[in-house]
């Protein structure tokens, strides 16, 4: 009973990211693999494109940063020469290891997730590209670790970056904590927060499933 129960929720899960998916800007599944192939496959770096494989067999796969989402997340950490990032959800760590690989050598980052079985199967490719050393991960829950980061001295207003990618009726508690931890100039970005266009549609024309997350962003947003 349990594993059918795992199964239904991999499931609906599956659903609703190929709900996001399908609905996305570019309105074409076709046009996003020509992009891909074209500019951003290409400025992939090798240890990336491992991970990234090596996430696909993985049965909730569909959690990972797109590439094309991480080139974004590469460039603006390249444009605030951040230093000191934080990262709300790691899942295999295709964002965390990209972000370790962006930021200068002394860089470091504080990586939060509940889960360290998935960071595991990350954790190979992240010491192949020898950034281990750049990483902090806690194993908590998001809200905790924010708080704790926020009670140690010196840490208020002290990160130049931070991503979250989690659970999306928690973005709010998690944003008012980032932007006290975050300084005045640094970015806080999320993912998902247009949840496949469903943001603008009226409540009535968003699939049940759908609507949790969907009212979440919403009231970030």
């Not at 899960?13 to 992009?35: F, R």
């Not at 230093?83 to 899942?91: A, L, S």
């Not at 006290?180 to 943001?199: F, P």
Request: aromatic content about 8%; proline content about 4%; hydrophobic content about 40%.
């Amino acid at each position: 009973m349990a594993s059918n129960s795992a199964g239904g929720s991999i499931n609906m899960k599956s659903a609703v990211m190929k709900q996001v998916k399908n609905t996305g800007l570019l309105q074409s599944e076709e046009l996003h693999q020509y992009i891909l192939k074209t500019s951003v496959y290409p400025r992939e770096p090798e240890p990336l494109k491992e991970l990234r494989e090596a996430t696909e067999s993985h049965p909730m796969c569909f959690m990972a940063t797109s590439p094309l989402a991480g080139q974004l997340i590469s460039l603006m950490l390249k444009l605030t020469n951040a230093k000191k990032t934080i990262e709300v959800g790691v899942y295999t760590g295709y964002s965390l290891l990209l972000t370790a690989l962006s930021i200068p050598a002394d860089g470091k980052i504080t990586a939060i997730d509940v889960d360290r079985n998935a960071y595991e199967i990350g954790l190979p490719f992240i010491r192949k590209a020898g950034v281990e050393h750049k990483i902090n991960f806690q194993l908590s829950d998001a809200q905790t670790a924010l708080d704790n980061l926020l009670q140690e001295e010196g840490n208020e207003g002290s990160f130049d970056f931070a991503f979250v990618d989690a659970d999306k009726p928690n973005y709010k508690k998690y944003h008012e904590r980032l932007i006290k931890l975050v300084k005045v100039g640094g970015i806080v970005a999320y993912d998902n927060t247009l949840w496949g266009g469903t943001v603008a549609m009226a409540e009535s024309e968003v699939q049940e499933f759908m609507r949790p997350n969907r009212d979440a962003v919403v009231e970030l947003n």
